[in-house]
């Protein structure tokens, strides 16, 4: 099998020869810093990182809906608005047109087409994209003293998604896609349910038809115990999730017993791959069961820690494909 045969195997839970061995996100600043003092040779973008490894070729393309020339916030998690006239006035700066690199996507489609890569494409949600306006102590407040303002915000990004993924699918139909979220926490979402039917279940429903129609599947990344909001996102028609944090207490063995259809990436303990072989190895075989019965693509649950060295890395890889081996037999 080649490289797109077996990802597109796993998402259809059909046999493979081998696990795809992959990262879905590529690596910390602070961890290439370690890396590249320890040997990785420099200048190497993140795709040839994956071939330095031998891992999987799997690409990826975020689609931001600001242009260039938008502003900035002042520091992490600070705001651009805070309330409808800020929005009109920074309004000219977002959902860009012709965003979509269509020279680019096409040699990425002439490469998918060979089975040689797999694509996948990020689209910034309706809970994300109006926290990034609003700052991430604005965005709280705004459910309650701007809830038009916030159905206005993620009408108009709908809009612009639904234009763009046309433009991606007139090229190619990616493997997969995920909605940018980062709405839960170690103990689970930071909104409620209501909040969530009421505020981002309805754009969700206007875009994810069209990119199931398309046979393409949608993912929701986001960081801490997403176990509680599978369903709501379920109901909207998200069919897969990652990282799939461990140490936010997810447990991917129960979330395949209550949803045998769902698709995965991530769950390996990133914490544990400094620890040695054996650390490794007892999570690896936590993991393959449920990677063997399909769907589910084993992958760090975050981005490597800068604790883990080069040699780490090497061996983490080195058993990655062991037990990608393993899984077929």
């Known amino acids: 099998m080649n490289n797109r045969e077996r990802f597109q195997a796993i998402l259809h839970f059909e046999p493979v020869d081998r696990l795809p061995v992959l990262e879905w996100a590529g690596w910390w600043d602070q961890t290439l810093d370690r890396w590249h003092a320890e040997g990785l040779p420099a200048n190497l973008d993140r795709y040839q990182i994956c071939e330095y490894f031998g891992l999987d070729l799997l690409v990826q393309d975020w689609i931001r809906p600001r242009s260039s020339e938008c502003p900035r916030p002042a520091s992490h998690g600070a705001g651009l608005i805070k309330n409808e006239a800020d929005y009109d006035r920074l309004r000219p700066f977002l959902f860009p047109e012709n965003c979509v690199n269509r020279e680019f996507w096409q040699g990425w489609a002439a490469r998918q087409a060979t089975g040689e890569i797999a694509i996948w494409f990020t689209l910034e949600g309706f809970f994300w994209f109006p926290r990034t306006l609003f700052g991430i102590e604005g965005h709280m407040f705004a459910f309650y003293d701007y809830p038009e303002l916030m159905q206005r915000m993620n009408h108009d990004l709908a809009e612009w998604q639904l234009r763009v993924i046309e433009d991606i699918f007139s090229i190619c139909v990616p493997d997969f896609m995920t909605f940018?979220?980062?709405?839960?926490?170690?103990?689970?979402?930071?909104?409620?349910?209501?909040?969530?039917?009421?505020?981002?279940?309805?754009?969700?429903?206007?875009?994810?038809?069209?990119?199931?129609?398309?046979?393409?599947?949608?993912?929701?990344?986001t960081d801490g115990d997403v176990t509680t909001a599978i369903q709501w996102f379920e109901r909207v028609g998200v069919q897969g999730f990652l990282p799939l944090e461990r140490m936010a207490g997810v447990d991917v063995a129960k979330i395949r017993q209550n949803h045998p259809h769902l698709h995965m990436i991530g769950a390996f303990d990133k914490t544990v791959m400094h620890k040695g072989e054996d650390a490794i190895r007892s999570e690896f075989e936590r993991l393959l069961p449920i990677a063997a019965g399909g769907g589910f693509f084993i992958s760090c649950d975050h981005q490597t820690p800068p604790g883990v060295s080069l040699q780490d890395y090497k061996l983490y890889v080195r058993l990655f494909h062991e037990y990608?081996?393993?899984?077929?037999q």
């Open 180 to 221: 940018a979220e980062d709405m839960s926490y170690n103990h689970g979402p930071m909104l409620s349910e209501e909040q969530f039917d009421t505020f981002m279940a309805p754009h969700y429903q206007r875009v994810i038809p069209r990119i199931l129609e398309a046979g393409c599947i949608p993912f929701v990344d």
């Open 324 to 328: 990608a081996a393993k899984a077929a």
